[in-house]
């Protein structure tokens, strides 16, 4: 299975939490994304399950990804009241405020948060998936979800995706040995 981050946007690059707002890509994120192309050319993918944001569609097609599905389960975690700020921001009234502990408080009715165990269950439901198709799989989706989801694949809990750090416009890559699930790739440049 590989996955794709989507490519960089404006809040992105600037550090902001970016969950549900639907924000596009900027140049340097297309080219991001453009980069990608030679890591699925040819790949035969059995499913390839795609972010509903403009941002993760952007990127797919992009990458040469045209025939995708759109997954409500791989929006990013809805970062609620936290969205569109950024952690230093967050900071200056909650200092030692961590994400992957501490969470987010409600937001309005378009951003309502979620708990890291929603995010965790979304995950999952999209690991079974893919591990119905046949054939390779391609995900694209955002940071955090993706990091979440690597560990749910690794039979971690949710939270131990705070250890996986993934850059924008980078891939990585999931699979077995010993039959057992295991990270291949992991936050790599094109």
Same mark, same amino acid.
């Given at each position: 299975?590989?996955?794709?981050?989507?490519?960089?946007?404006? #809040?992105?690059?600037d550090r902001?939490?970016?969950?549900? !707002?639907?924000?596009?890509?900027t $140049? %340097?994120?297309?080219?991001?994304? =453009? +980069?990608? +192309?030679?890591?699925? $050319?040819?790949?035969? &993918?059995? @499913?390839?399950?795609v972010?509903?944001?403009?941002?993760?569609? =952007?990127?797919?097609? @992009?990458?040469?990804?045209? %025939?995708?599905?759109?997954?409500?389960?791989?929006?990013? #975690?809805?970062y609620?009241?936290?969205e569109?700020?950024? !952690?230093?921001?967050? =900071?200056e009234?909650?200092?030692?405020?961590?994400?992957?502990?501490?969470g987010?408080?409600?937001?309005?009715?378009?951003?309502?948060g979620?708990?890291?165990?929603?995010?965790?269950?979304r $995950?999952?439901?999209?690991?079974?998936r +893919?591990?119905?198709a046949?054939?390779a799989? $391609?995900?694209?989706?955002?940071?955090?979800?993706?990091?979440? @989801?690597a560990?749910?694949?690794?039979? %971690?809990?949710?939270?131990?995706? =705070? &250890?996986l750090?993934?850059?924008?416009?980078?891939?990585? %890559?999931?699979? &077995?040995e010993?039959?057992?699930?295991v990270?291949?790739? #992991?936050?790599?440049?094109?």
């Amino acid at each position: 299975m590989i996955l794709l981050r989507h490519g960089e946007t404006e #809040w992105s690059r600037d550090r902001r939490h970016t969950g549900r !707002t639907d924000m596009p890509l900027t $140049a %340097r994120g297309e080219d991001q994304a =453009r +980069a990608l +192309a030679p890591l699925v $050319a040819g790949g035969g &993918f059995g @499913l390839v399950l795609v972010s509903p944001a403009l941002r993760a569609r =952007r990127t797919a097609e @992009l990458a040469g990804l045209e %025939r995708y599905e759109t997954d409500p389960d791989m929006w990013e #975690w809805d970062y609620g009241g936290y969205e569109g700020i950024t !952690t230093a921001s967050i =900071r200056e009234t909650r200092p030692d405020w961590y994400l992957w502990h501490d969470g987010v408080i409600p937001g309005d009715d378009a951003h309502p948060g979620e708990s890291i165990a929603q995010v965790g269950a979304r $995950a999952d439901r999209v690991i079974a998936r +893919a591990r119905r198709a046949e054939g390779a799989v $391609a995900l694209v989706a955002h940071g955090h979800y993706l990091r979440i @989801l690597a560990a749910r694949w690794l039979g %971690r809990p949710p939270e131990d995706g =705070r &250890f996986l750090r993934l850059d924008t416009g980078t891939y990585s %890559r999931l699979g &077995f040995e010993h039959g057992r699930p295991v990270l291949l790739t #992991w936050n790599a440049p094109v």
